[in-house]
């Protein structure tokens, strides 16, 4: 089959699978925007996973969830079920922190406490793989399996088969050295500038923050990365974005643009078809108009399409997500997180020491 590739790279490499292990396989029922009558859903691509790694003596639970989540919520109670060790749910339902759990208004120090618990305990999966169309990877459910090192995770959010025939077969050694390049250079800034199509241009503060590298290896407990790998990404200072920053189509870069003023998303221009969507969130959580991330793409193998996933990682583009940035290293948790994507920028990073182009129209200078 025309996947065996990448899914045998999936398990050898991505996430380094060893027999023995226990691997646990998220889905949700959303079908794919393409098809193929051999591998026609996610809960098929996640039973073909399974049997090669089987194959391996890794053992593999699947878990699905309906479909037609926002990006940033939280999955189902009956998944935490699923995924966490015997006993957690109780725990949960004993300190009456489910609810809280769920809609995410969970207090740090509750955060703590479960985390204490989870600390405690040994019967637990080695590995998650989460197979959705929209992004569990901000959420509490990612976070307290490997801020507690129960085991390391991957995320897929948008996930299409076209995927393991393209831009999962990159070149992950190169992956990794760009990824953590990008990653350093984020880290040492204080401040970033991403000049984009049309002249417009977004600045904000970068001070104190450390920059990732999702290298698409992720070998240890703990780690986790979104599949496909492939950009080094930090939490802006909230409340710092002044100014504006084009996120239309490769073909039209200027053709949508957004306006920050204060931190937070104060205006989106151009009538971009996602517009209807970002109002209702907004309305439902103000919070989420900050600005939760700067990501560069450090993917040879990723191309322009509608999956964000993938186009988040090209080479040489510059990303900006709104929301939830809790997970790494920012302030702001709500249930949203959503990325953008810029063709064609400049992002000039600048710290006492000086400046540097660490992408220069669409070129990465580093890695």
């Given at each position: 089959?025309k996947?065996d590739?990448?899914?045998?790279?999936?398990?050898?490499?991505?996430?380094?699978?060893?027999?023995?292990e226990?691997?646990?396989?998220?889905?949700?029922?959303?079908?794919f925007?393409?098809s193929?009558?051999?591998?026609?859903?996610?809960?098929?691509?996640?039973?073909?996973?399974a049997?090669?790694?089987?194959?391996?003596?890794?053992?593999?639970?699947?878990?699905t969830?309906?479909?037609?989540?926002?990006s940033?919520?939280?999955?189902?109670?009956?998944?935490?079920?699923?995924?966490?060790?015997?006993?957690?749910?109780?725990?949960?339902?004993t300190?009456?922190?489910?609810?809280k759990?769920?809609?995410?208004?969970?207090?740090?120090?509750?955060?703590?406490?479960?985390?204490?618990?989870?600390?405690?305990?040994?019967?637990?999966?080695?590995?998650?793989?989460?197979l959705?169309?929209?992004?569990?990877?901000?959420?509490?459910?990612?976070?307290?399996?490997?801020?507690?090192?129960?085991a390391?995770?991957?995320?897929?959010?948008?996930?299409?088969?076209?995927?393991?025939?393209?831009?999962?077969?990159?070149?992950?050694?190169?992956?990794?050295?760009?990824?953590?390049?990008?990653?350093?250079?984020?880290?040492?800034?204080?401040?970033?500038e991403?000049?984009?199509?049309?002249g417009?241009?977004?600045?904000?503060?970068?001070?104190?923050?450390?920059?990732?590298?999702?290298?698409?290896?992720?070998?240890?407990?703990?780690q986790f990365?979104?599949?496909?790998?492939?950009?080094?990404?930090?939490?802006?200072?909230?409340?710092?974005?002044?100014?504006?920053?084009?996120?239309?189509?490769?073909?039209?870069?200027?053709?949508?643009?957004?306006?920050?003023?204060?931190?937070n998303?104060v205006?989106?221009?151009?009538?971009?078809?996602?517009?209807?969507?970002?109002?209702?969130?907004?309305?439902?959580?103000?919070?989420?108009?900050?600005?939760?991330?700067?990501?560069?793409?450090?993917?040879?193998?990723?191309q322009?399409?509608?999956?964000?996933?993938?186009?988040?990682?090209i080479?040489?583009?510059?990303?900006?997500?709104?929301?939830?940035?809790?997970?790494f290293?920012?302030?702001?948790?709500?249930?949203?997180?959503?990325?953008?994507?810029?063709?064609?920028?400049?992002?000039?990073?600048?710290?006492?020491?000086?400046e540097?182009?660490?992408?220069?129209?669409?070129t990465?200078?580093v890695g």
């Amino acid at each position: 089959m025309k996947y065996d590739q990448a899914i045998d790279s999936l398990l050898d490499i991505n996430l380094a699978c060893k027999a023995g292990e226990r691997l646990a396989i998220v889905t949700d029922d959303a079908p794919f925007a393409g098809s193929d009558p051999d591998v026609p859903t996610r809960v098929a691509l996640a039973e073909l996973i399974a049997a090669k790694a089987a194959e391996r003596k890794v053992e593999t639970t699947i878990s699905t969830y309906p479909g037609g989540q926002q990006s940033g919520a939280e999955p189902p109670l009956h998944v935490f079920e699923a995924v966490y060790p015997a006993g957690f749910m109780e725990y949960l339902k004993t300190e009456q922190l489910a609810d809280k759990l769920i809609d995410k208004t969970i207090t740090a120090d509750e955060v703590a406490k479960l985390e204490k618990y989870l600390s405690a305990g040994s019967d637990s999966i080695d590995v998650l793989l989460v197979l959705s169309a929209s992004s569990i990877s901000h959420t509490n459910f990612r976070r307290l399996l490997t801020r507690t090192k129960i085991a390391r995770a991957a995320t897929m959010p948008g996930v299409e088969l076209e995927m393991f025939a393209g831009v999962m077969t990159a070149d992950w050694k190169l992956v990794e050295s760009r990824s953590e390049a990008a990653a350093t250079a984020l880290s040492a800034a204080d401040t970033a500038e991403v000049h984009s199509a049309g002249g417009r241009v977004l600045r904000f503060s970068l001070a104190g923050r450390d920059g990732t590298a999702d290298t698409g290896i992720i070998n240890k407990p703990g780690q986790f990365g979104n599949l496909p790998g492939g950009e080094g990404f930090i939490a802006p200072i909230e409340g710092t974005a002044e100014g504006e920053l084009s996120v239309g189509p490769p073909e039209d870069p200027a053709r949508w643009w957004f306006r920050f003023a204060g931190g937070n998303l104060v205006e989106v221009l151009g009538d971009p078809p996602f517009l209807p969507k970002l109002d209702k969130v907004f309305e439902t959580h103000p919070v989420a108009r900050n600005l939760a991330e700067l990501g560069v793409g450090t993917n040879e193998k990723a191309q322009p399409c509608d999956s964000v996933l993938e186009s988040e990682k090209i080479l040489g583009t510059v990303h900006l997500a709104v929301g939830d940035n809790a997970g790494f290293g920012g302030n702001v948790s709500v249930p949203f997180h959503q990325d953008y994507i810029v063709y064609g920028p400049t992002l000039i990073l600048k710290s006492a020491e000086g400046e540097t182009r660490l992408v220069d129209e669409g070129t990465l200078t580093v890695g």
